[in-house]
């Protein structure tokens, strides 16, 4: 109760984690070993292998569960290491319902890793719910959610999911890595299953790749704590350790981000060469008022189409910035920039891109925290 009364930024110094009890070190100790003694077979004070359990990872695991407002955290080597364990929960036959527009290692997993072995995926646009409700069949177990989705910025009503996925008795899983869990707690507004690449946002640093996986139902936990283990896709303890470190700043970061984000949006889009802006801060964006609903703020990420219509046109303006990094990934301190259609959503096939609103022409940005001013600077010289 004292821990749900905290306020986010009180959590993210001080929920889950604890001075070390031998030395009363503030900082979690990195735990960097493989295994523990055994005062005898059997008779070890909660840690055998590291693969199973080890202490950094222990209190990561349970910081992440107390800022999504949930019991249990499983953390992952990959958030794709994630995407895998909730693929395993399921079995030959069973379908899933995803958006139809996330990231493309999602959509990769799905259609060629697990689509061959009998999982059916079907790809819908969440933003609308009846759509969804016209997809499920007896088959169907899991409603895959991505909001904000990857790279489009929609915003799927997670309360309308979950009421969907508990009138066909599914499971909602939620990615919430564009929001982070302080924009948004998935968990409050019905999800079973919460995602997080670490990579981003959390860990915020550009220096850790990881998964995460958020639930409340001790069933649940127990079976994808068995994955975890079995499938051995979990992080080393000095992972740990810095995604501990990047979630002491995440609600400053995520002000920062949010704040820059908003402007470089609004500059966008009074450009006179830049065309259509995607960012759910606009009053004018499909699911704004959702999106004001469920989220705190409307964070750093925002797309953009050149008025020049063109893959020649973005690859220019791609290989032609400073601060603005081309690169993969988001979410980091400093400002990025990708081409999704050639990087990110690349596994996508075109048809597929197109028909969730992802045109070979769209720049997806990731704002970081530098002085904005600079980054518009960036901006107004690439755009020419």
């Given at each position: 109760m004292y821990l749900r009364c905290m306020k986010f930024g009180t959590k993210a110094l001080h929920a889950g984690v604890h001075p070390d009890p031998t030395t009363g070190a503030?900082?979690?100790?990195?735990?960097?070993?493989?295994?523990?003694?055994?005062?005898g077979p059997g008779q070890h004070k909660g840690y055998e292998y590291s693969r199973t359990h080890n202490p950094t990872r222990t209190q990561l695991q349970d910081q992440l569960a107390a800022l999504e407002n949930a019991k249990y955290g499983l953390c992952f080597s990959t958030g794709l290491g994630a995407i895998d364990?909730?693929?395993?929960?399921?079995?030959?036959?069973?379908e899933i319902i995803a958006t139809n527009?996330?990231?493309?290692?999602?959509?990769?997993?799905?259609?060629?890793?697990?689509?061959?072995?009998g999982i059916k995926f079907k790809f819908v646009d969440m933003t609308k719910p009846e759509l969804v409700e016209a997809a499920i069949t007896d088959k169907t177990k899991l409603l895959w959610a991505e909001t904000p989705t990857n790279p489009t910025l929609k915003i799927i009503d997670i309360a309308a999911m979950s009421a969907v996925a508990k009138k066909h008795n599914l499971l909602l899983a939620v990615d919430n890595t564009f929001a982070s869990p302080y924009l948004q707690n998935p968990m409050d507004q019905g999800a079973d299953i919460i995602m997080h690449s670490i990579t981003k946002y959390i860990a915020g640093h550009s220096d850790v790749v990881m998964g995460a996986l958020i639930v409340n139902d001790d069933e649940l936990k127990t079976r994808l704590e068995f994955i975890q283990n079995s499938s051995g896709a979990t992080p080393g303890p000095m992972d740990c350790f810095l995604a501990l470190r990047g979630i002491k700043t995440l609600h400053i970061r995520m002000q920062?981000?949010?704040?820059?984000?908003?402007?470089?949006a609004r500059y966008l889009k009074d450009h006179p060469k830049v065309g259509q802006v995607f960012w759910?801060?606009?009053?004018?964006?499909?699911?704004?008022e959702v999106a004001k609903k469920q989220m705190r703020d409307f964070g750093g990420m925002i797309s953009f189409e050149l008025k020049e219509?063109?893959?020649?046109?973005?690859?220019?303006?791609?290989?032609?910035?400073?601060?603005?990094?081309?690169?993969?990934?988001?979410?980091?301190?400093?400002?990025?920039?990708?081409?999704?259609?050639?990087m990110t959503h690349a596994a996508i096939p075109k048809a597929e891109r197109e028909k969730a609103g992802l045109r070979d022409s769209l720049i997806r940005l990731s704002v970081g925290i530098e002085d904005v001013d600079d980054l518009i600077a960036d901006l107004e010289q690439a755009i020419g």
């Open positions: 503030i900082m979690t100790p990195i735990y960097q070993t493989s295994t523990y003694v055994q005062s364990a909730v693929c395993k929960l399921f079995a030959p036959g069973d527009d996330l990231y493309g290692g999602t959509f990769r997993i799905f259609t060629k890793m697990y689509q061959p072995f920062r981000h949010c704040e820059n984000g908003a402007k470089i759910p801060g606009f009053t004018d964006h499909p699911n704004h219509d063109s893959v020649e046109a973005a690859m220019k303006l791609a290989s032609s910035t400073h601060l603005f990094a081309c690169a993969e990934s988001l979410g980091g301190v400093e400002s990025l920039l990708g081409h999704p259609a050639s």
